[in-house]
């Protein structure tokens, strides 16, 4: 059974800096994709990052040269967050999806892409 906790939110102010973590379990590491999304208040849930099996990392546009995604071989998911913006505010959710045989990402990640999910965890950002 896969299971995914999430850790590391809080609040900062605007050009912080957070990390988030997730603890993945009952993941095989060479076939799933995991990835970070987020949600905020009255929107749809959105992709941050995504990391494939092999390495390969895919950013929105809005978090690309500020947020690093980052997977080792302890299935621990990591996101690392600079140049924190308040339009970066929501709840962030840690996501895995079962990709055989090599764990490859969507190339346009989307939430019903994800069958695995995290309880998310708050960044808020303060200007």
């Known amino acids: 059974q896969v299971q995914l906790v999430e850790s590391g939110g809080g609040s900062v102010q605007a050009g912080g800096s957070l990390r988030l973590s997730c603890a993945a379990s009952g993941v095989t590491y060479n076939t799933y994709c995991l990835g970070w999304f987020r949600q905020a208040p009255g929107q749809e849930r959105e992709w941050v990052a995504v990391?494939?099996?092999?390495?390969?990392r895919t950013y929105a546009d809005s978090v690309k040269g500020r947020f690093t995604i980052s997977r080792d071989y302890a299935k621990n998911v990591g996101l690392q967050m600079a140049n924190l913006k308040p339009e970066d505010t929501a709840m962030y959710y840690c996501?895995?999806?079962?990709?055989?045989?090599?764990?490859?990402?969507?190339?346009?990640?989307?939430?019903?892409?994800?069958?695995?999910w995290g309880q998310g965890t708050q960044v808020t950002v303060s200007s």
């Open positions: 990391v494939a099996a092999d390495g390969g």
């Open positions: 996501a895995a999806d079962y990709r055989p045989p090599w764990g490859l990402c969507p190339g346009y990640p989307a939430a019903p892409d994800f069958a695995y």
